[in-house]
């Protein structure tokens, strides 16, 4: 057990906080909300890679959609035989139909080490965590942008976080058809979990939870919003028949 928590503290929740302090310490003027959204930004370059792959994938499943649907009416009346037929599908071209969840899981140790250091961070004693070359600010004050103390729970912060979510998703979710069967409809629920669940979730926390990490989330859901619309963009210019 103590393995895994110095593996934790080593490898998640040392590294967030060294990055938090940077950032904090780096930029023109010290609050701590721009140090957040800072942070988030490098979370986001790094994640980069897993997030184009997961749209790439949720794309091409959006594609095979109508060959999808003529599976599912060929095996309407058998729901295990259409439930093989579609895993045969997704395993012949090489499509995930989970995949548009995968990134909240990879997401969720980050967000776990992350609450722990807002929460633990304003603590002067977490200081004796940063590595000897990151200037030591003596102590982080949690007022941000003069009004929102991250420090506490802020509802209206969560407001924005949850709508932020529920966008972001239904922007990025695939078309979906009824009646799938198998790991079809196991994806459907996931899905509706992802869309509508979470995002009130989201809002329950921020009651309680400091809004450090509801501004953290909001922020990264702005820029999955943006990202979104972008390789939106891109993709109808491609797809677009030259006149």
């Not at 140090?35 to 897993?50: E, G, H, K, N």
Request: hydrophobic fraction near 50%.
């Amino acid at each position: 057990m103590n393995i895994l928590s110095v593996a934790y503290t080593e490898i998640l929740w040392r590294p967030l906080f060294n990055g938090l302090v940077f950032f904090y310490t780096t930029l023109p003027m010290e609050d701590l909300g721009l140090a957040i959204v800072a942070l988030t930004v490098a979370i986001r370059l790094i994640l980069a890679p897993l997030l184009l792959k997961q749209q790439r994938a949720q794309r091409q499943l959006a594609e095979l959609q109508p060959e999808l649907k003529r599976i599912q009416e060929k095996y309407k009346g058998d729901r295990e035989a259409q439930g093989k037929a579609v895993m045969q599908f997704y395993a012949t071209h090489r499509v995930n139909p989970f995949s548009g969840c995968l990134i909240l899981l990879i997401q969720l140790p980050i967000l776990i080490a992350l609450f722990q250091v807002f929460r633990q961070g304003f603590e002067d004693s977490a200081l004796n965590y940063l590595y000897t070359f990151i200037q030591n600010p003596g102590t982080l004050d949690p007022l941000s942008f003069g009004v929102l103390d991250l420090a506490r729970g802020n509802i209206y912060l969560g407001v924005v976080a949850a709508f932020t979510q529920y966008l972001q998703t239904k922007l990025a979710a695939p078309p979906t058809t009824p009646g799938s069967g198998g790991a079809g409809d196991f994806a459907k629920a996931l899905q509706w979990q992802t869309t509508y669940f979470f995002p009130l979730l989201i809002l329950f926390w921020s009651y309680t939870l400091p809004s450090a990490l509801t501004l953290y989330w909001t922020t990264l859901n702005f820029f999955g919003i943006l990202q979104e619309v972008v390789m939106r963009k891109m993709s109808d210019r491609i797809s677009r028949p030259v006149a």
